[in-house]
């Protein structure tokens, strides 16, 4: 079976930094599309697409709204992915999750939660003074 498992998630202050890690068991990561999402606080919030890198290759895809701060990377031979947070602020406390599918995604299909099959659990990060 796939597992996905987040972890690195933690309570930081303004300005900090944390860098969360992804282990994939089960199939290869260099044979799948990854991603990492979050969502903030509140039932009424979804999941934000943070971070993708495509089964096909090539440069990590990051939102604009993070890649000035966020950067994504993996070990293929670990089987491992990570999200390295800088300078981060309260509108960044959420709960991060990593997510993976075999398929090599269209661009239009990146965004889509339900285009992920494979979920981790979720690790929290909490930026607050």
């Known amino acids: 079976q796939v597992q996905v498992e987040e972890s690195g998630g933690a309570l930081v202050q303004p300005g900090g930094s944390l860098k969360l890690s992804c282990a994939l068991s089960?199939?290869?990561?260099?044979?799948?599309?990854t991603a990492w999402f979050r969502q903030p606080p509140g039932i009424e919030r979804e999941r934000q697409l943070l971070?993708?890198?495509?089964?096909?290759?090539?440069?990590?895809i990051v939102m604009n709204s993070v890649k000035c701060r966020f950067t994504a990377s993996k070990d293929n031979a670990k089987n491992t992915l990570y999200l390295q947070m800088i300078n981060l602020e309260p509108e960044d406390t959420a709960v991060y999750y990593c997510?993976?599918?075999?398929?090599?995604?269209?661009?239009?299909?990146?965004?889509?939660?339900?285009?992920?099959?494979?979920w981790g659990q979720g690790t929290q990060v909490t930026v607050s003074s």
């Open positions: 971070a993708v890198q495509r089964r096909r290759g090539g440069l990590p």
């Open positions: 089960g199939r290869p990561l260099s044979t799948s599309t």
């Open positions: 997510a993976a599918t075999a398929s090599d995604l269209i661009a239009s299909r990146l965004q889509d939660q339900r285009a992920y099959g494979w």
